[in-house]
């Protein structure tokens, strides 16, 4: 790709970028949130069409209309936000678009249940082919896009952020993957935000910043330091901040918490949850997929409604969680995991989605105060640094990270007692990172409790006071942060004492036949 | 168990109406299946026949309302076919959808008779019917020699484009204006036979329009909307207004005559109470009826729009 | 380079005890309204002699033969609705088709072949034109068709000039030829109603097409994620505007069968039977947001509406009263529907 | 370390140069459907002694007199859209607020104020009945007003019988208060008629409570993104409820002010007027899916329908033919509307 350019209405996302991936190569993708990775890869993908540049692939010169387009000459991608049909089954997403037909010109559903299964067992994931998309988690349907991507047999193989909402165990399964394809030649471009990843599958990488080229490197011999001054501009001394000791008082106490099954099933839901959490600490929920993190938060967030059973206690008063108002009455903040989803109101401004939560306090009996709205808007994007044109953007022409910061934001302008966080730095840069992350420190000097669950062991311990690890529901063990280890969390969230890939998924299918029987 | 309905009468029988009849000792269920009772000259016919079999005791009365549906009306009357009826009353949306399913009850040895709108064959007992073309000659006359007999304009208001009735009630005024070459028709309006439309049409023709002596309107709703239009625009006084259809009810074209809003209005008789008349004959006289019956239209002006109303009042 | 990789995760103990009812259970509940509505009739039903009048064969196969049209209108609908649109234009194509063919029988002698023929054409290329309107233009279905409503209705008036024209069947010129009238008859020794058997015949058809096409595929991804069908090279646009096109064949096949059954042709014909068919579509359980719906649900809706005039008839039921009615059972069906999807 | 580095410039760390257009200059593009009919009703006005009678100031408000009804709806109506509903029932119940005003002024002999402070409620507790079925129960809104539409007919029917009851002004038992015909006049030396002034001033407020209360925020937030909502502490099925009830309580007014215009309230007063709300609402630029739209953009449709309705009239064009006209035209609307929006 040469000297590719686009503009966005008023907005330059691509200013002349080239990238150059060779056959059988990883090649890593850098840059900041909104530095232009996506929309690039969208350029040779055929979704969006430059305003200037060339692409070539193996010397051959191509423009690409459309999607399928670039599918036909052999580029696919995985896309960042999850693109496939919610209502439809796994196998049908995965024959999405191109649907095997039988001699007479129809749908061959036998073909596409066979070549499913063998697609999911081909990136090792067990999962029933005949399974509603929408009833799996997010981290299954992101596997679900990737097997997709891969059974397209392609010469060139975009993944955008495809491990932000997997877990440990999925983005090894992932990662074996990659030398298969790099023997059969496909070259393929990785997009990360996580450093630790890139230093493991990359072989070269490109770092982006603003819309242009702002290195390559090798990433053997290159320190990442130096590959983060490149993305940020300056180096990042220090990516986790010092923390204050938490106070003593406990803000928040949760006793025999449990929530009744949906009646749609298909959920980890709390079991008999016991979890403390004081004024000024921050407490980290570690747990494989599927542990049941989210639910918890869920619960506390009052989603649960009468669902819920035990005692949530704030600051030694009982609360009722009913609804998600509840919680924000009593002092609750959260942002959810899946911004888009849950988070924002994508056709709103900036402005609008930030004070959505505080606008009744904000408020005069009802009719609205330009003035407050306008100085806490702006308070809120100067404090949080939010990356925005003006107050008034749209909220989803803004760059991951700072659509991460505006929901943050929102719940910070209801000064909460207590932060639930679900994977707040999914998506996120390192620089937003590690703003997020100074951000929380700030929070919780300031007496505020966090409760935050991540699929990033690292960041957990880098942050957290204490960490709860869930299994099955179950609160197993509360380790303390500074002492933790990954090693120490993963063995309890894993059921057994070894960490060993055998070990751990005998254990797993001996509980799940246990379970079966 | 106990039957719902009063058992036919007529169930395997000859079409010869005589043989099979019961007289003053049956008991008769009379299906009436109309067109659409959302307009006021419909659900008045409705009335008339629920206030005429009132007064029989051996009449049971049902109605189906077919919503200006033929399909559906078919249906109706296939559902009367279904419970047995004894004889039935239709007034057809449309002559040729409802002709077939006409033929079918008259064939199975039901007497039928058809209201306001005929069918398209003659498998029928009895037609009761008013004419349009009629109604809209005597209204023109009434213009060419009472209102204008010295000439002048007038403003149209018309039904429903393709409507029968709108179209018979346009050309007839044409005839009976045509005596009075004076006379000339400088606008013409679709009301949809609403009020609302009348009002709207006709505010547009005043603009259109500086010299308007008569307005005439192929029913009194759009009669009285083209009143209103007129008041509002402070021009009531300088024109007369005509409708048709005269319902006896409180806000049907004879009050309005009465309170002068209309200068006239003709009744279009709905039949209701004829129908009746000719099922009592049939039924429990087992006498032989005419196969058709015309009603005349009457002219309604101020003189007699009182005693017009008492007189045909349902009650 | 320098980086603490997070070790090598254990398998994860991935939740498979999940309890998954079986989807068949689910397929099955979209009956549930139908049944229960078919028992109530039972039960309500006037007998004569002790004869339950519902039952009646003659009577079933009345209900059947008098939802055909909607039925028809409706097995479109539902293509139409699973692709998130709406096609409001249905019952005005369906008096555009009826005038049309009366027209092209009676006053332009065209053949039976060719006015069936000429008219399908005609449907399909109103539908079309819709669909490109809103695929590619991107008008809102609602607003097409509504406009598409009221250009197919004046269409219909200008044509026989607001009369409806009559059939009367014969040989020679300003005639139907006979063939056209077994539309209005019955087969199987009298008993079936052609309409009847021509609305079953669609209906399996397009529960062949759900269950074989490639087409059906698109047009539940379309539905479900507009973006991902793009992405994965679905011609969205296309599909798009065959769904309008199979709606507006649909309406016109209604229409053809309409005249044919009234022995007249109106361009009044159809009117409101529009929102007959969205009712139908979606007490079958079809999602007027689209991705979520079956063919099979949608007749089933069909026929309950079908019982409900029906029985309400037979009870002589006042016409306001039946309004009423009507309209809260139809709440209730689409209640019941709503409950299912939300414990699914 | 081999590393070919571009020096990251450093200026370029924000990107807040970027060219914005203006949001005023497409809040003035709402516009342009509007002002495009306007001059062609100016052009294609019949002439009277050289003024152009489209343009007679008596012409002009007679336009707003004869949209105030539709207004008020699609003024309702904008909000439901705005939370991806839909309420097809607001004609019927301005037939039932009609027929209801008639009943109590002139039977029941109630009060002017009592008259309408009833109807009022009644519009508002059906239309928060139907919100209520809808937003708890998770029926679709197109379905629960379609039942109601059928409802509140079927309601208003058996009210009077059937039959309109006829407003008779005077003092005393069985006539209505002189009062009320006030609705039937114009004020400022009777050239403004009193519904233009009412819609006027409904639509002034609504204008004010679009921009001022946090209710209309959240209205939008529903539309935008409903669980996001849900998740901020917006209590949805209350705001819900809230539109559907003002929906209803604006068809309430609009059925008083009808059957004040027309010296009558009919049960059938009202028909199809839902889509012409909706049409109103649509060309105003208010998306279907929720979320997007303005209050001000649907009195710009309100007033396009009526210029056009009035040009229409004044021409003396063949109702057919305005039928086509029409359908074309409010396509064209919709279609610069979706042009615009695609460009923003
Ligand atoms: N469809 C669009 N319309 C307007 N602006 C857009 C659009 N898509 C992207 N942009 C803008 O283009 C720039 C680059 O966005 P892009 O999504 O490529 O960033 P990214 O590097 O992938 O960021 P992230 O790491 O957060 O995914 C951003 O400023 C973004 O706001
Ligand atoms: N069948 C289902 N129905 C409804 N929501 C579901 C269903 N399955 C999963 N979810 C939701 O999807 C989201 C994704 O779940 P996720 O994979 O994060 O599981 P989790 O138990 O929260 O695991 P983690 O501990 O990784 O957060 C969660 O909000 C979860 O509650
Ligand atoms: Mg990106
Ligand atoms: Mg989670």
């Given at each position: 790709m040469r000297g590719i350019v686009?503009?966005?209405?008023?907005?330059?996302?691509?200013?002349g970028?080239?990238?150059?991936?060779?056959?059988?190569?990883?090649h890593?993708?850098?840059?900041?949130?909104?530095?232009g990775?996506?929309t690039?890869?969208?350029v040779l993908?055929?979704?969006?069409?430059p305003?200037?540049?060339?692409?070539?692939i193996?010397?051959?010169p191509v423009?690409?209309a459309?999607?399928?387009d670039?599918?036909?000459?052999?580029?696919a991608?995985?896309?960042?936000?999850l693109?496939?049909v919610?209502?439809?089954t796994v196998?049908?997403?995965?024959?999405?678009?191109r649907e095997p037909?039988?001699?007479?010109?129809?749908?061959d559903r036998?073909a596409m249940?066979?070549?499913a299964?063998?697609?999911?067992?081909?990136?090792?994931?067990?999962?029933s082919p005949?399974r509603?998309l929408s009833?799996l988690?997010?981290?299954?349907?992101q596997?679900?896009?990737?097997?997709k991507?891969?059974?397209?047999?392609?010469?060139?193989?975009v993944m955008?952020?495809?491990?932000s909402?997997?877990?440990d165990?999925e983005?090894?399964?992932?990662?074996?993957?990659?030398?298969?394809?790099?023997?059969r030649?496909?070259?393929?471009?990785f997009?990360?935000h996580?450093?630790?990843?890139?230093?493991?599958v990359?072989?070269r990488?490109?770092?982006?910043r603003?819309?242009?080229?702002?290195g390559?490197?090798?990433?053997?011999?290159?320190?990442p330091a130096?590959v983060?001054?490149m993305?940020v501009?300056?180096?990042?001394e220090q990516?986790?901040p010092?923390r204050?000791?938490?106070?003593?008082?406990?803000?928040l106490?949760?006793r025999g918490?449990?929530?009744a099954?949906?009646?749609g099933?298909?959920?980890?839901?709390?079991?008999?949850?016991?979890?403390?959490v004081?004024?000024?600490e921050?407490?980290?929920?570690a747990?494989?997929?599927?542990?049941?993190?989210t639910?918890?938060l869920?619960?506390?967030?009052?989603?649960?409604?009468?669902?819920l059973?035990?005692?949530v206690?704030?600051d030694?008063?009982?609360?009722?969680?009913a609804s998600?108002?509840?919680?924000?009455?009593?002092?609750?903040?959260y942002?959810?995991e899946?911004r888009?989803?849950?988070?924002l109101?994508?056709?709103e401004s900036?402005a609008?989605?930030?004070?959505l939560?505080?606008?009744?306090?904000?408020?005069r009996?009802g009719?609205?105060?330009a003035?407050?709205?306008?100085?806490a808007v702006?308070?809120?994007i100067?404090?949080?640094?939010?990356?925005?044109?003006s107050?008034?953007?749209a909220?989803g022409?803004?760059?991951?990270?700072?659509?991460?910061?505006?929901?943050?934001?929102?719940?910070?302008?209801?000064?909460?007692?207590?932060l639930?966080?679900?994977d707040?730095?999914r998506?996120?840069?390192?620089?937003?990172?590690?703003e997020?992350y100074?951000?929380?420190?700030?929070?919780a000097?300031g007496g505020?409790?966090?409760?935050?669950?991540?699929?990033?062991?690292?960041?957990?311990l880098?942050i957290c006071?204490r960490?709860?690890?869930?299994?099955?529901?179950?609160?197993?063990?509360?380790?303390?942060?500074?002492?933790?280890?990954q090693e120490?969390?993963?063995?309890a969230?894993?059921?057994?004492q070894h960490?060993?890939v055998?070990?751990?998924?005998?254990?797993?299918?001996r509980?799940?036949?246990?379970?079966?029987? | 168990t106990?039957?719902?309905?009063?058992e036919s009468?007529?169930?395997?029988?000859?079409p010869e109406e005589?043989?099979?009849?019961?007289g003053?000792d049956?008991?008769?269920?009379?299906?009436?299946s109309?067109?659409?009772?959302?307009?006021p000259?419909?659900?008045?016919?409705?009335?008339?026949?629920e206030?005429?079999?009132?007064?029989?005791d051996?009449f049971e009365v049902?109605?189906?309302d077919a919503?200006?549906?033929?399909a559906?009306?078919?249906?109706?009357v296939?559902?009367?076919?279904?419970q047995?009826?004894d004889l039935?009353?239709?007034?057809?949306?449309?002559a040729?959808?409802?002709?077939a399913v006409?033929?079918?009850?008259y064939?199975e040895g039901i007497?039928?008779?058809?209201?306001?709108r005929k069918?398209?064959s003659?498998?029928?007992t009895?037609?009761?019917?008013?004419?349009?073309?009629?109604?809209?000659?005597?209204?023109?006359?009434?213009?060419?020699?009472?209102?204008?007999?010295?000439?002048g304009t007038?403003?149209?208001?018309?039904?429903?484009?393709?409507?029968?009735?709108a179209?018979?009630?346009a050309?007839?005024?044409?005839?009976?204006?045509?005596?009075?070459?004076?006379?000339?028709?400088?606008?013409e309006?679709?009301g949809?036979?609403l009020?609302?439309?009348?009002?709207?049409?006709?505010e547009?023709?005043l603009?259109?329009?500086?010299d308007?002596?008569v307005v005439?309107a192929h029913?009194?709703?759009?009669?009285?909307?083209a009143y209103?239009?007129a008041?509002?625009a402070?021009?009531e006084?300088?024109?007369?207004f005509?409708?048709?259809?005269a319902?006896?009810?409180?806000?049907g074209?004879i009050?309005a005559?009465?309170?002068?809003?209309?200068s006239a209005t003709?009744?279009?008789?709905?039949?209701?109470?004829?129908?009746?008349?000719?099922?009592?004959?049939?039924?429990?006289?087992?006498?032989?009826?005419?196969?058709?019956q015309i009603?005349?239209t009457?002219l309604?002006?101020?003189e007699?729009a009182?005693?017009?109303y008492?007189r045909?009042?349902?009650? | 380079?320098?980086?603490?990789?997070?070790?090598?995760?254990?398998?994860?103990?991935t939740?498979?005890?999940?309890?998954?009812?079986?989807?068949r259970?689910?397929t099955l509940?979209?009956?549930?309204a139908l049944?229960?509505v078919?028992l109530a009739?039972?039960v309500f039903s006037?007998r004569?002699?002790?004869?339950?009048v519902?039952?009646n064969s003659?009577?079933?196969l009345?209900?059947?033969?008098a939802?055909?049209?909607?039925?028809?209108?409706?097995?479109g609908?539902?293509f139409?609705?699973?692709?998130?649109?709406?096609?409001?234009?249905v019952?005005?194509?369906l008096g555009?088709?009826a005038?049309?063919?009366a027209?092209?029988?009676?006053?332009?002698?065209?053949?039976?072949a060719m006015t069936?023929?000429i008219?399908l054409t005609?449907g399909?290329?109103?539908?079309?034109?819709?669909?490109?309107l809103?695929?590619?233009l991107?008008?809102?279905?609602?607003i097409?068709t509504?406009?598409?409503?009221?250009?197919a209705?004046?269409?219909a008036?200008?044509?026989s000039?607001g009369?409806?024209?009559?059939?009367?069947?014969?040989?020679?010129?300003d005639?139907?030829?006979?063939?056209?009238?077994?539309?209005?008859?019955?087969t199987f020794?009298?008993t079936?109603?052609?309409?009847a058997?021509?609305?079953?015949?669609v209906?399996v058809?397009?529960?062949?097409?759900?269950r074989k096409?490639?087409?059906?595929r698109?047009?539940?991804?379309?539905?479900g994620?507009?973006r991902?069908?793009?992405l994965?090279?679905?011609?969205?646009?296309?599909?798009?505007?065959?769904v309008?096109?199979?709606?507006g064949?649909?309406a016109?096949?209604?229409?053809?069968?309409?005249?044919g059954q009234?022995?007249?042709?109106?361009?009044?014909?159809?009117?409101?039977?529009e929102l007959?068919?969205i009712?139908a579509?979606?007490?079958?359980?079809?999602s007027?947001?689209g991705?979520?719906?079956?063919?099979s649900?949608?007749?089933?809706?069909?026929?309950l509406?079908?019982?409900?005039n029906n029985i309400?008839a037979?009870n002589?039921?006042?016409?306001?009263?039946?309004?009423?009615?009507k309209?809260?059972?139809?709440?209730?069906?689409?209640?019941?529907?709503?409950?299912?999807?939300q414990?699914?």
């Open positions: 686009k503009h966005f209405g008023g907005v330059h996302a691509l200013r970028v080239d990238l150059t991936v060779g056959a059988g190569e990883v890593a993708l850098l840059g900041e949130n909104g530095a990775k996506s690039l890869m969208n993908s055929g979704v969006v069409r305003d200037e540049g060339a692409i070539e193996d010397g051959e423009a690409f459309t999607p399928a670039a599918q036909a000459a052999g580029v991608m995985i896309h960042q936000e693109d496939l919610p209502q439809a196998t049908e997403n995965l024959f999405l678009g037909r039988t001699r007479f010109r129809t749908l036998a249940r066979r070549h299964r063998e697609l999911l067992d081909d990136i090792g994931i067990e999962l005949s509603t009833s988690r997010v981290g299954e349907q596997m679900v896009a990737i097997a991507a891969l059974s397209l047999e392609a010469r060139i193989l955008d952020e495809p491990t909402a997997l877990s165990s983005v090894e399964r992932l990662f074996a993957i990659l030398p298969r394809l790099r023997r030649g496909v070259g393929v471009v997009i990360s996580r450093m630790d990843e890139i230093a493991v990359a072989d990488g490109t770092v982006m603003d819309g242009r080229n702002a390559t490197f090798v990433v053997a011999e290159t320190a130096e983060i001054r993305m501009g300056q180096p990042i990516l986790f010092d204050e000791p938490p106070r003593d008082a406990v803000r106490a949760v918490l449990t929530v099954e949906h009646p099933g298909g959920r980890t839901e709390p079991r008999d949850v016991d979890l403390e004081r004024a000024g921050v407490v980290g929920l747990g494989l997929l599927g542990a049941g993190r639910e918890l869920d619960a506390l967030f009052g989603l649960a409604g009468h669902r059973s035990g005692t206690e704030l030694g008063a009982p609360v009722r969680l998600p108002r509840d919680a924000i009455a009593a002092g609750i903040g942002v959810p899946d888009r989803v849950s988070g109101v994508m056709m900036v609008a989605n930030i004070v939560s505080a606008l009744p306090t904000l408020a009996a009719w609205r105060r003035s407050r709205e306008r100085s702006a308070a809120s100067r404090d949080l640094h939010i990356k925005t044109a107050a008034e953007s909220v022409t803004l760059s991951g990270g700072n659509q991460q910061k505006v929901v943050f934001a929102r719940h910070l302008l209801r000064e909460p007692r207590l639930l966080l679900d707040p730095t998506g996120v840069d390192i620089g937003a990172k590690s997020i100074r951000l929380l420190a700030r929070l000097a505020m409790a966090v409760l935050v669950a991540s699929s990033e062991l690292p960041e957990l880098g006071d960490i709860a690890v869930l299994r099955g529901g179950r609160v197993v063990t509360v380790l303390d942060g500074r002492s933790a280890t120490a969390i993963l063995a969230a894993s059921l057994e960490t060993t055998e070990g751990a998924s005998t254990a797993a299918r509980e799940a036949s246990g379970r079966q029987g | 106990e039957s719902d309905v009063p009468a007529g169930g395997d029988a000859t005589g043989a099979e009849c019961a003053a049956g008991e008769y269920l009379i299906g009436m109309q067109a659409n009772v959302a307009e000259y419909r659900q008045q016919m409705d009335d008339d026949i206030a005429a079999a009132a007064e029989v051996q049902v109605f189906a919503a200006q549906d033929n559906k009306q078919v249906a109706d296939e559902n009367f076919l279904t047995g009826i039935l009353i239709i007034s057809p949306n449309e040729a959808p409802l002709t006409v033929e079918r009850a064939n007497p039928v008779i058809v209201l306001d069918i398209e003659d498998a029928y009895q037609f009761i019917g008013a004419d349009n073309t009629e109604i809209g000659r005597a209204a023109g006359e009434y213009v060419a020699t009472e209102l204008l007999p010295d000439g007038v403003a149209e208001l018309k039904g429903l484009p393709g409507s029968t009735p179209q018979e009630r050309d007839g005024f044409r005839e009976g204006i045509a005596a009075n070459p004076g006379i000339e028709i400088v606008a309006g679709v949809d036979w009020r609302e439309k009348g009002q709207s049409q006709f547009a023709i603009q259109a329009n500086q308007i002596d005439y029913n009194d709703p759009m009669a009285e909307g209103l239009a008041q509002a402070g021009r006084t300088e024109m007369r005509i409708g048709i259809d319902l006896p009810i409180p806000s074209g009050k005559v009465e309170e002068g809003r209309l003709f009744v279009y008789p709905t039949g209701g109470k004829e129908a009746i008349a000719t099922a009592q004959q049939i039924l429990v006289e087992c006498a032989d009826v005419e196969k058709e009603l005349d009457e309604i002006t101020q007699n009182a005693e017009v008492a045909n009042a349902t009650q | 380079m320098s980086v603490d990789t997070t070790e090598p995760t254990a398998e994860a103990a939740k498979r005890r999940r309890f998954v009812i079986p989807e259970f689910f509940q979209s009956y549930v049944i229960m078919f009739a039972i006037p004569r002699g002790g004869e339950i519902f039952l003659e009577n079933l009345n209900i059947v033969r939802v055909s049209e909607i039925g028809i209108l409706a097995i609908m539902t139409v609705i699973l692709i998130a649109g709406i096609d409001l234009s019952g005005a194509i555009l088709a005038t049309g063919t027209s092209l029988l009676m006053v332009h002698d065209f053949g039976v069936i023929l008219i005609i399909l290329a109103f539908g079309a034109t819709q669909g490109y809103s695929a590619r991107g008008i809102q279905a609602f097409v509504l406009a598409g409503l009221q250009v209705r004046g269409l008036r200008i044509w000039g009369q409806g024209i009559a059939l009367a069947y014969g040989d020679g010129a005639v139907a030829p006979r063939a056209f009238s077994l539309l209005n008859s019955r020794n009298g079936v109603p052609i309409p058997l021509i609305f079953a015949g209906g058809i397009a529960l062949i097409v759900v096409t490639v087409f059906a698109h047009v539940y991804a379309i539905g994620n507009e991902a069908a793009r994965s090279g679905i011609p969205v646009t296309r599909v798009k505007v065959t309008f096109a199979i709606s064949l649909l016109a096949l209604a229409g053809i069968i309409h005249a009234l022995n007249q042709g109106s361009p009044n014909d159809g009117m409101g039977y007959d068919a009712a579509v979606v007490i079958g359980g079809t007027l947001m991705g979520v719906g079956t063919v649900g949608t007749l089933a809706g069909a026929l509406l079908g019982i409900l309400l037979l002589n039921i006042d016409s306001n009263v039946q309004l009423l009615i309209g809260v059972i139809i709440v209730a069906a689409a209640g019941i529907q709503a409950f299912r999807s414990q699914k």
